[in-house]
């Protein structure tokens, strides 16, 4: 029998991130609340989204933190616990679509111009705005395809970011629990 | 069709009243009877307004609503605690805005800790002024947030109505915990329509609540609980504060001897069995008895009832109930399942549901648990809890046990926290459950006194005793006053032992006897003449051992407001003690409860108990 004491883990400890999705009556005060159930114990909310939904009233926020699996599954049964939230679940590892939008001011002088189009390109990167010193770009996918633009646009030099965070969706409405049933959170038996 | 309408609309439906008024009007609907709080610019309407309500009703008293005023505004949160440990009603308190919002921080917070059920109604400024740092301008909604089940800050005056009564519903329902409504002046002030119905809807919360109430046993359940229990042989309850706020005190009762499993309680659990029972084992934990700690230790089934394995119970988790083969867990909160402590068997819902389903369900399981009854009784007689009885100098479990005799475990007590709180929790005999209030999770001093205050303005009929320490004491000195001011025949007895005594034990034990801020021998405070400087016609001060029980009887039998301070050894100790984070067979008994080999304290070694068992 394991037995998981949450205040032994350390807010640094590099567990990797989570997706944590969190459906919310759209009122006054709610998205403080739960941020301050992440500032209370002392994590760092890697990203934050939150807009309307689906359904008029609700929001939904989309969250990465990093922090321990077991851990994130404990917030989130105290965000559960709060009376503006709906539906809160951990969507690492379920099988989700995830996207994040950036803008990227990148420094394009003549005669690299081509080559920065063409690199832009293999992302599908659009050009937004452009200026004789700089394109900005608009890149639109998950993490790993925004890091690997970044990567190629850098040695160019980056003048300015803007990133709008994660937002993530499961592929098919039942799919809610993860494989490991770790979303399984006791409500009702 | 309209007739039946028409008798279910409210009398005062489309009424045209203020804000104020409404609250008022929302408040009496939900049976409140008292009111603690204190007054102020921002919340000056709502008074009026209580003010006018008990004019209105002044030919039927019993309508009216109480009003009762501290000397400060955390004194009217701890009383409203009181008044809802002690009947299990929700306790309101109205204050102002600004300091006396965050005066009420701490009791809404130590509310939240021990799950009580009480609303607060802050003023605020009008809402045109909010954000601009004016005069008593506090962020209510910032501040309680973190600390309260629920806040509310009321923008659209035609919410109020509907807000206040949403309060009272998510103050008690599920797992209960205080909610805050901060109510701008402008909104008290403003004129509206009385709806007389209506709730503001949590989508996520009422399908929660609707979850919890629909959540029993199942057979399966049932025989898996009770397989689990064939297997044992030596089977423990851990009762928690979830069994006095569930009212699942009588259900466990009949559990525990339908099935012969012997009790251990928390802190808050205290009062859920009978103390005096054969099967009661009193409370386990950093301050437990030995014998309830032992028998933690020696359990193979440890069945907890509305408790969590809070750090004071647990000690180091990994060592917690070593031979426990299985772990069960009810519970109404489903974020303590599995929080500290994985277990084998749980259930989220209600303790009182499940434990009736249990019975219900056990079918024709029958097991024979004398041999280790025999057992906990053993541990019981050879680890009784004791204490230096020849000492010359009084000693605090001995007027707790003097308290026992004349109280016969029938009183509600209140504590403050401290040594004096641990010696109650562990020689106070308790008969009833919300017999015993105390600060458990957040460890408040100065609870002790408003929180008998709200106790005995609930319960006018029973003896409520504060048994204090004279640091806890002078937290909340000036609600002496209070007690005084509204006749209410509190007993406040205070062990004073020159020092706050819990700090001063720690800092013996790790801190080289250096009592860095924890002596207080030489202070001046005259606590008698203080107390009856304050009204209280009944003040002693007692220093003499052989006097001790007539003095309390005194005490304890006079009509009105009474206040005893017994100056003890100040060198006692608070024993057993399991050091922080350290397991149970780290236990220190002290020089005068029997302690156990540390060889049988191993859950490897091969002692008596695995060879009778």
Known sequence: MTDVSLQASKPDNPKGTRTLSILVENRFGVLSRIAGLFSARGYNIESLTVAGSSEPGLSRITMVVRC?????????????????????????????????????????????????????????????????????????????????????????????????????????????????????????? | MNAQLDKK?????????????????????????????????????????????????????????????????????????????ATGKVGVFIVTSGPAATNSVTPIRDSMADSVPVVLICGQVARNAIGTDAFQEAPVFNLMSSCAKHVFLVEDPEDLEITVRTAFEIARSGRPGPVVIDVPKDVQNWEGTFKGEGML???????????????????????????????????????????????????????????????????????????????????LGMHGMAYANYAVMDCDFLITIGARFDDRVAGKVQEFAPRARYFAHIDIDAAEIGKVKTVTWFHVGSAQDALSDLMKGSGDFCKDFSKWLDHVDELKTNHVRNYDRESPAIQPPYVIECLNEITQGEAIICTGVGQHQMWAA????????????????????????????????????????????????????????????????IKVLVLNNQ?????????????????????????????????????????????????????????VRFKGPAFLEVMIDPDACVYPMVGPGMGYKEMITGDYIVGRDAAENLPESPSKLTDSF
């Open chain 2, 426 to 489: 562990q020689y106070l005999e308790v008969k009833h459950p919300r017999s015993f209030l105390t600060s458990g999770s957040m460890g408040t001093m100065g609870f002790g006194l408003p929180a008998a205050i709200g106790a005995q303005a609930a319960c006018p009929d029973r003896l409520v005793i504060d048994i204090d320490g004279d640091g806890s004491m002078r937290m909340n000195l000036g609600e002496l006053e209070t007690a005084t001011t509204y006749s209410l025949p």
């Open chain 1, 68 to 189: 321990e699996p077991l851990l994130a599954q404990q917030i989130l049964k105290q965000v559960d616990k709060l009376p503006d939230t709906v539906e809160a679940s951990d969507l690492s590892e379920t099988n989700c679509v995830e996207r994040e939008l950036i803008l990227v001011r990148v420094r394009a002088p003549e005669g690299k111009r081509t080559t920065l189009l063409t690199e832009a390109e293999i992302f599908r990167a659009r050009v937004v705005t452009a200026t004789p010193e700089n394109y900005v770009f608009e890149v639109t996918g998950d993490s790993g395809k925004v890091e690997a633009f970044l990567d190629v646009v850098r040695p160019y030099g980056i003048d300015e970011m803007v990133r709008t965070g994660k937002v993530a969706l499961h592929r098919n409405l039942n799919s809610r629990v993860n494989e490991n049933g770790d979303n399984a959170m006791p409500a009702a038996r």
């Open chain 2, 201 to 283: 809807h949590f989508r996520g919360y009422e399908n929660r609540m609707k979850a919890l109430a629909a959540a029993r046993l199942t057979e399966q359940d049932c025989l898996d609980f009770f397989d689990l229990l064939q297997r044992c042989e030596r089977p423990l309850i851990c009762a928690g504060g979830g069994i006095i706020c569930g009212d699942a005190a009588e259900r466990l009762r009949e559990f525990s001897q339908k099935f012969q499993i012997p009790v251990v309680t928390t802190l808050m659990g205290i009062g859920s069995v009978d103390t005096t029972d054969k099967l009661s084992l009193h409370m």
């Open chain 2, 499 to 555: 020092g706050d005594g819990m700090v001063r034990q720690w800092q013996k034990i790790y801190f080289g006897n250096r009592f860095s801020g924890s002596d207080k021998s030489l202070r001046q405070k005259d606590f008698v003449k203080t107390a009856e400087a304050d009204g209280f016609e009944f003040a002693a001060r007692l220093t003499d051992k052989k006097l001790l029980k007539k003095t309390l009887t005194e005490f």
């Open chain 2, 9 to 85: 609309r409210h009398p005062l439906a489309g009424k045209r009243m203020s804000g104020a008024e409404m609250i008022i009007q929302v408040l009496a609907e939900e049976g409140v009877d008292t009111i603690f709080g204190y007054t102020g610019g921002a919340i000056l309407p709502t008074y009026d307004a209580i003010f006018r309500y008990n004019v209105e009703h002044e030919s039927n008293r019993s309508e009216q609503i109480q009003l009762i005023v501290p000397a400060n505004e955390q004194g009217a949160g701890f009383m409203a605690a009181g008044y809802a440990r």
